[in-house]
């Protein structure tokens, strides 16, 4: 049973250009939800996706933006990077119509170093 | 708002001894309350849930928590560490249940295992 996974591992940009991140979910997974875990701190809610749409947003800005695919996988885009976008991204999935919709299960992450 | 807070940020135990995490948590009702674990470079794997029934739920690697409401508190323990344990833990809120699934991290417990 493939678990949830991530491209790429590492990425290295710098501050203005853009980037986009990709998340495979758990098998069975029909829900994604993306966090950014900056150094020294646990996991910052960016977005949720279900059914190819955006349904709850957390505190981040517009230059944050995503995409939920038919098949379930999902992109999280950042444009205009910022020094403070360095970070962990954490995809996570989850299965909304199959009874264990509140249970998250993590990817590897994507560690985003702009310099 | 909702809150999640680890008052231990580093802990140190010695190998065999036990160990007991602490968290708390801000919300007017009962959240769903979970226990995550980090190993360096890594994504989070999930240790342990509470939803509700039995306020001692037990989890994975050895790991058990207990609810306790009048405290607001749900402690991770371990009865006897393994060097392999030494990991950052998160424990994290779900204020919603039934999708629209935001979990609320607080800002983790750096473990320590001296041989």
């Known amino acids: 049973d493939a678990g949830v996974t991530q491209s790429p591992t590492h990425l290295i940009k710098t501050r203005g250009q853009q980037v986009t991140l990709r998340c495979s979910p758990k098998?069975?997974?029909?829900?994604v939800s993306w966090y950014q875990q900056a150094l020294g701190q646990g996991p910052q809610f960016i977005f949720q996706?279900?059914?190819?749409?955006?349904?709850q947003r957390g505190n981040f800005p517009d230059r944050f933006s995503g995409h939920q695919f038919p098949n379930y996988s999902s992109e999280l885009n950042v444009n205009a990077l910022l020094l403070g976008d360095s970070a962990l991204y954490l995809c996570?999935?989850?299965?909304?119509?199959?009874?264990?919709?509140?249970?998250?299960?993590f990817g590897p992450g994507t560690r985003l170093t702009v310099l | 708002a909702q809150s999640v807070t680890q008052p231990d940020i580093h802990i140190t135990v010695s190998e065999g001894a036990s160990l007991e995490l602490r968290c708390n948590y801000s919300?007017?009702?009962?959240?769903?309350l979970f226990w995550y674990v980090q190993s360096p470079g890594q994504g989070l794997q999930l240790l342990l849930k509470?939803?509700?029934?039995?306020?001692l739920v037990q989890g994975i690697k050895g790991f058990e928590a207990e609810f306790k409401r009048s405290q607001s508190s749900f402690n991770l323990r371990k009865p006897s560490v393994h060097w392999s344990d030494a990991a950052e833990y998160f424990c994290?809120?779900?204020?919603?249940?039934?999708?629209?699934?935001?979990?609320?991290f607080g800002a983790g417990t750096r473990l320590a295992v001296h041989p």
């Open positions: 509470y939803f509700s029934g039995d306020t």
């Open positions: 996706y279900y059914e190819e749409e955006e349904r």
């Open positions: 919300y007017g009702a009962t959240p769903y």
């Open positions: 994290a809120v779900l204020p919603f249940s039934g999708g629209y699934n935001k979990l609320i």
């Open positions: 996570a999935s989850s299965d909304d119509a199959g009874g264990d919709t509140d249970t998250q299960y």
């Open positions: 098998s069975g997974h029909d829900t």
